[in-house]
């Protein structure tokens, strides 16, 4: 990869790699997807006391209501990844593709 001026080059031979390594990161992250659709919700304080029970609204809060909520954040990311998982497999496709018809040009100019 470089990254001069701010642009990524990715050699073509590193993209299935690259590729294979998002597909785990999202693996991965299926458990902790499946609480942020839940809303990592606290379905009840520790005990019955202000304390518990004002912890459990400030964490529903922070977790799963509203914007900048974890659970936003986390399918946020969920989708950036998906997003970053079809890009590289357009780019691998067309790369392919552009394999395919420069092999197939070739072979045409080396035929007797």
């Keep these: 990869m470089d990254t001069r001026?701010?642009?990524l080059r990715l050699q073509p031979q590193a993209i299935p790699r690259l590729k294979l390594a998002y597909q785990q990161a999202l693996g991965h992250l299926e458990a902790?997807?499946?609480d942020a659709r839940s809303?990592?919700?606290m379905e009840r304080p520790a005990m019955m006391d202000d304390a518990s029970t004002g912890f459990?609204?400030?964490f529903n809060s922070y977790t799963g209501d509203g914007s900048g909520s974890i659970r936003e954040q986390v399918t946020a990311f969920e989708l950036r990844l998906r997003e970053a998982i079809d890009k590289l497999g357009a780019i691998q496709q067309a790369y392919d593709r552009n394999e395919t018809g420069t092999a197939a040009v070739l072979s045409r100019q080396l035929e007797p």
Excluded: E, P
Aim: aromatic share 8%; glycine share 16%; charged share 15%.
């Design 32 to 34: 902790v997807l499946a």
């Design 39 to 41: 809303g990592f919700r």
């Design 56 to 58: 459990q609204t400030a």
């Design 5 to 7: 001026n701010g642009d």
